[in-house]
T-cell receptor, first 114, second 113 residues
Framework: AQTVTQSQPEMSVQEAETVTLSCTYDTSENNYYLFWYKQPPSRQMILVIRQEAYKQQNATENRFSVNFQKAAKSFSLKISDSQLGDTAMYFCAFMNWNNNDMRFGAGTRLTVKP | KAGVTQTPRYLIKTRGQQVTLSCSPISGHRSVSWYQQTPGQGLQFLFEYFSETQRNKGNFPGRFSGRQFSNSRSEMNVSTLELGDSALYLC????????????FGPGTRLTVT
């Protein structure tokens, strides 16, 4: 079974600074998807970024980028120029290539301080 | 396009009762997945429906069931409620066909007393 581990329960960063959230996963599959989702306080889950395992190039979405290390089974999220609105729970998620069963990590609570 | 909608948003039930939650996916999406979110267990996959058929199932007891209608709307039912069923129940939709990113609704907050 696939497992997703987020080793940082809580993190904080100053506004405008850069922060990196860690995620590791365990799988025997070769093809899969990885995602980062954001869940602001009392608001719904939003997709931040996605990465297909077959793509070597790291995904980027504006201020959000990932460092995907397939051999190490590592998938970290970098947030540049942090904004107050980035305060949220961030979940790393794994999905098999042929299965919509998404497995989530325990989440990292990120606080952006003014 | 309208996002994923879930009704009701909040629900209070008594132990032993049953409850039905509803989810309307994004227009054109044919896959609906359900998740349970609790502080202790985090986000756990319940099941996924595609074209009115359960395509995947998580590790939950048979008290948790679901169905999907021809318009892709989905319902989830929990029978014989237990205190531990108190949670945020999230529904997510995706186009279907091949696995892809899922779009989440706001959730239904269920409290069992």
């Amino acid at each position: 079974a696939q497992t997703v581990t987020q080793s940082q329960p809580e993190m904080s960063v100053q506004e405008a600074e850069t922060v990196t959230l860690s995620c590791t996963y365990d799988t025997s599959e070769n093809n899969y998807y990885l995602f980062w989702y954001k869940q602001p306080p009392s608001r719904q889950m939003i997709l931040v970024i996605r990465q297909e395992a077959y793509k070597q190039q790291n995904a980027t979405e504006n201020r959000f980028s990932v460092n995907f290390q397939k051999a190490a089974k590592s998938f970290s999220l970098k947030i540049s120029d942090s904004q107050l609105g980035d305060t949220a729970m961030y979940f790393c998620a794994f999905m098999n290539w042929n299965n919509n069963d998404m497995r989530f990590g325990a989440g990292t609570r990120l606080t952006v301080k003014p | 396009k309208a996002g994923v909608t879930q009704t009701p948003r909040y629900l209070i039930k008594t132990r032993g009762q049953q409850v039905t939650l509803s989810c309307s996916p994004i227009s054109g999406h044919r896959s609906v997945s359900w998740y349970q979110q609790t502080p202790g267990q985090g986000l756990q996959f319940l099941f996924e429906y595609f074209s009115e058929t359960q395509r995947n199932k998580g590790n939950f007891p048979g008290r948790f069931s679901g169905r999907q209608f021809s318009n892709s709307r989905s319902e989830m039912n929990v029978s014989t409620l237990e205190l531990g069923d108190s949670a945020l129940y999230l529904c997510a939709s995706s186009p279907g066909g091949r696995p892809s990113e899922q779009y989440f609704g706001p959730g239904t907050r269920l409290t069992v007393t």
